[in-house]
């Protein structure tokens, strides 16, 4: 398998604590062996930002290297080199291996998006402010779904205009334009109109008023109805009271799912870069109040498969906070995604 070459490792720096005990992050591709020597039986290897717990009184010297027994998340037991170990004590180190804990982020087979597997990760967020009326285009045949930042009120419609719209929780709608069946010569034919359909609803105080026009080349639309005043408030509020740890989870979690974190806004992103073994192109970025979110894609285009490293993207990102892969690697005209954190004052 061909290493990429798409852009320089940089190195993360090590840390000389203790680490017992402790959750740290590989510096690198790592191997568990069973005996402290280069040459033991392996067990296995761990990607970069593997998150894993050392055992307390295990660090020994062995052929010119300190070593120290783990434990992966399997409950396999070895030893590694402990030079290539990086503390994730600060918020600056905590990479990936947060997103070791999140169901939804990862290469679960029950929990992987469908979306991925189908390798099209096309979808579309249409942000609504402000009262009047908007119109906004819709799919013609799959489910579209609206989402408020607060509490939504019960939708208004003729619900003679061939659409069902029904409720997902106190935040969320979602719409399906109905079909017709037309019978002419004994022949049923089933049809999906494409007229508009007009809604009312209320989300946070605030009426909008909808003119869904339904597209037969439209995929899923999410529509998201912004209230400016109040979403920065909750952003940092939610930042602010929620363990680091705990709020990058989050975040990536919702992210990754296209739901839209505690009092963020979101919008498409325009960025692009192009390289040899592959193209990355921004999708949408999500801003809260001292954190902004960009969810990036990226495709393989060369005829070999690439391994991915969460570190080779460093480079080209604006002061990431933290880093996640979807995917591990990449085949000829495959998609996957990156999901980063950076600080909101670090504005491109």
């Known amino acids: ?23 740290v992050v590989t510096s690198k591709k790592l191997s568990i062996r069973q005996i402290t020597d280069t040459d033991g039986y392996l067990l296995r290897v ?36 402990k030079m290539y170990l990086s503390s994730v004590d600060s918020k600056n180190n905590i990479t990936q291996a947060l997103i070791n804990k999140i169901e939804a982020v ?21 942000m609504v402010s402000g009262e009047g009326l908007h119109r906004v285009e819709i799919s ?19 619900k003679d205009k ?38 009312y609803v209320e989300c946070d105080s605030i009426v909008y008023n909808l003119s869904l026009l339904p597209k037969e080349d439209k995929p899923s639309q999410t529509i998201v109805f912004k209230t400016p005043y109040a979403d920065s408030k909750k952003a940092m509020s939610y ?23 505690e009092g963020y806004a979101v919008k498409k992103g325009s960025l692009k ?21 960009e969810d990036w894609e990226v495709k393989s285009k060369v005829p070999y498969t690439v391994e991915l ?6 480079p080209v990102l604006k002061n990431p906070r933290a880093i996640s892969l979807t995917v591990p690697r990449l085949s000829e005209n495959e998609k996957g995604r990156l999901l980063v954190i950076r600080a909101a004052s670090a504005n491109r």
């Not at 109905?178 to 049923?188: A, C, D, L, N, Y």
């Not at 490293?309 to 460093?314: D, Q, T």
């Open 273 to 293: 870069y192009e390289f040899h073994e592959m193209d990355m192109r921004l999708r949408y970025v999500y801003t809260g109040h001292d954190y902004v979110v």
């Open 46 to 81: 761990l990607p970069t930002g593997y998150m894993i717990d050392t055992l307390d009184g295990t660090e020994v010297m062995a052929g010119g290297d300190e070593w120290v027994k783990v434990r992966d998340n399997d409950g396999l037991e070895g030893y590694v080199r």
């Open 239 to 261: 930042e602010q009271s929620t363990a680091y740890e705990t709020m990058v989870s989050d975040i990536f979690k919702n992210v990754y799912q296209e739901m839209i974190p």
């Open 1 to 23: 398998m061909k290493k990429i070459l798409l852009l320089t490792v940089i190195s993360l720096l090590m840390v000389n604590t203790a680490f017992a005990e402790k959750m």
């Open 309 to 314: 490293e969460e570190n080779m993207f460093v």
């Open 162 to 199: 061939e659409v069902e719209i029904v409720r997902g929780g106190k935040k969320d709608l979602f719409v399906k334009i109905s079909p017709v069946k037309i019978t002419q010569g004994g022949m049923t034919e089933v049809r999906y109109n494409t007229f508009p359909r007009e809604l």
């Open 106 to 126: 990862g290469s679960s087979k029950k929990t992987q998006d469908k979306v991925l597997k189908q390798n099209n990760i096309e979808s579309n967020i249409i």
């Open 140 to 158: 013609l045949k799959d489910l579209n779904r609206i989402t408020c930042s607060g509490i939504m009120s019960d939708p208004v419609y003729s």
